[in-house]
């Protein structure tokens, strides 16, 4: 088959790569769309430890099965594989599975990627595409997932309802317009500041929302004036932001992992009784939910979605390293 | 009257200090035990901002009514002082009331504290003290509150219950000891491990606990193997074991601040999805339930106090400063 493999530090080629061998248990899918990530551009950077070159990235997948017990039909990949036993598994928490592992990554298993023309995934994490969801959208469900399990979190750790909550989400990528989207058509949330340093950015999330969309040194947004604050950015100045924000009692939901570690006030964390919560992928149930609000066009028409070749996959992610390309998302077609 | 006045860093000087002057909605007690906080030593050492000398330290406080419209009662007081008008104190969490103030601090509002023969405070805060508490015992209610707040808050975040789950208790003073006190006989945990450096707190932790008490480099003491960690410390070196030891989807609960910022691993807090909580305090309600157990001898015969005239009190303090007293709370009788 023909794959985008990342050879190195920030080099992507279109080659022939080994096809996937079926094996029990698992299918071969066909890709039909397959999104770039931010951690596939954090990998692609060099500076993934779970992703070490050769290896082909991708995660989020559509598709058809080509070869498995359920070939013909159009699925989208849940790509983070866990063993299915362990008491988080069996506990409806199996993104936190000790052996979970991600399609697209090769440390400590490997597990080859979706920009491929095929993708080996095991049965159990292949669901079945909704009717009325466009087969190129569809790779959407993952970041998706990722943000409904933020909110989720989010949700819970509050103490006061979600809808009644002045929300702030920091940084306007994919992840963060999918979680104004979902506080926004699905948990009713009327106050949301979204801030982002870029200016495209702002203007493209503002296109979808009604949300504010506000560079983040806007005098409008206070000190200690929000319940809960969505960092999908994850540096050591978002972070140091989020604490500042947040209102006394709120809590601040841990997306992004940019810089993984760093300095953070304790002191307002523990005086205003701040709850700093990290949220790492999504639950089966998580995924299961995003396709629902995806058949149903919660989130709208998805318009803001830019599509690629695959084989020219190496400038989709050289023009976001660039920035010159301000799209919350990129999938590319085989 | 006599007080013990802080007076600058490292200084406490036995005097003679003006008499509370009696206000509307308020009430003279007159001091039967006060006991010595972690806080108090903070002050002390010149590193609070909100503790400015010359003050009158101490808000752990029972008494008599000397003044007031309770005359003559035995009371116990609870030395948070709240507005009762925001939307923190009619939700329940008077605690994070934008306006509190603690007996014993002087900014941003001037309360004297209760290393005194009398101490002013408002009448809502005065609690009855129960038949069956020892008055001297009784300022122990305050640091209990702290810790059955703590352990609520603990409670509260974890996704699994408090008696199933392993905790880790790190530092051994009265927060540490009454956290392990309140898991054991009231929530009913099984599993629990308290950590000191200093050996003469853990035999004096040892003497009251079924938990084990242990040096924090015991091999015992596995990484990513509590569900729950109470850090009663706050040091960067003690966050930073706290999220060491904490298991996937597991929870800190974070109390101390000796430290108010420092380095943290948040690759860790995401990628393991951990809960970090800080807390203050206590609410009202956590008030009332403190003394409820400890009427009900809950936390045991409390015999590990130790009492000091309150005229000594610049020893006391001088001995917890050299590290001569282990005990885990000293209170002073004037």
Redesign the interface.
């Known amino acids: 088959m023909q794959a985008l493999v990342y050879t190195g530090t920030e080099k992507l080629e279109y080659k022939k790569f080994k096809d996937p061998l079926l094996v029990d248990g698992e299918s071969i899918v066909r890709v039909s769309a397959s999104g770039i990530c931010g951690s596939d551009m954090h990998a692609y950077h060099g500076k993934d430890e779970r992703r070490v070159p050769p290896l082909i990235l991708g995660h989020e997948v559509s598709g058809v099965i080509e070869e498995g017990s359920k070939k013909g039909k159009k699925v989208v990949l849940n790509p983070l594989i866990t063993c299915g036993k362990c008491n ?1 598994c069996i ?1 409806e ?1 199996e ?2 599975c ?1 052996k979970r592992v991600l399609l697209g990554m090769n440390r400590p298993i490997e597990r080859q990627g979706a920009f491929a023309e095929l993708v080996i995934a095991p049965d159990q994490n292949i669901y079945e595409l909704p009717a009325t969801l466009d087969i190129k959208k569809a790779p959407i469900a993952e970041p998706t997932a990722v943000a409904l399990h933020a909110v989720e ?1 989010g949700k819970d ?1 509050l ?2 309802s979600l809808n009644q909550s002045r929300v702030l989400i920091i940084g306007g990528g994919a992840i963060g317009l999918l979680c104004a989207l979902l506080l926004e058509n699905y948990k009713k949330c009327k106050e949301i500041i979204l801030v982002d340093l870029n200016e495209k950015r702002l203007a493209s999330c503002k296109k979808e929302l009604n949300s504010e969309t506000l560079k983040p040194d806007n005098e409008i947004i206070k000190e200690n004036s929000f319940d809960l604050v969505f960092d999908t950015v ?1 540096l050591e100045i978002t ?1 140091q932001n989020a604490i500042k924000f947040v209102n ?2 709120g809590a601040i939901v ?4 940019t ?22 992928c999504y639950t089966n149930k998580d995924f299961q939910n995003t396709l629902n609000l995806l058949s149903k066009d919660v989130l709208g028409k998805l318009n803001w979605i830019e599509y690629r070749d695959l084989s020219k996959g190496f400038n989709a992610f050289k023009q976001i390293h660039d920035g010159t390309c301000s799209s919350p998302k990129i999938i590319l077609i085989p």
Chains 1, 2 share one sequence.
């Open positions: 988080y506990n928490r993104h936190l000790e979190l750790v103490k006061k994850g972070r006394s009692g841990h997306i992004g992992l810089q993984p570690s760093g300095t953070f006030n304790f002191r307002k964390a523990t005086l205003q009784e701040i709850t700093f919560v990290g949220t790492y």
